[in-house]
């Protein structure tokens, strides 16, 4: 019996999907936080909740998005 080793045996080998769950998993405990704090704070904005990142972090989630860089050679 052949076991893992390719994308669609296992969900280990499916970075893609990986990568969509955590995204998903991420998104929804960042409503769940975010109308829980509402419903307690009602003195609040949605905009009092937005995270603003500097331009520096920004471009940083960007290259890591793009995908790994190879140490020593600019990406």
Known sequence: MRRGGKEGNCPLFDQAGVESRHISEVEKAKEAARAKVMAE???????DLEIKL??????????????PQIRGIPG
């Open 41 to 47: 704070h009602p003195e609040y904005t949605e905009e």
């Open 54 to 67: 500097s331009a520096e972090v920004a471009a940083d989630e960007e290259r890591r998005k793009a995908g």
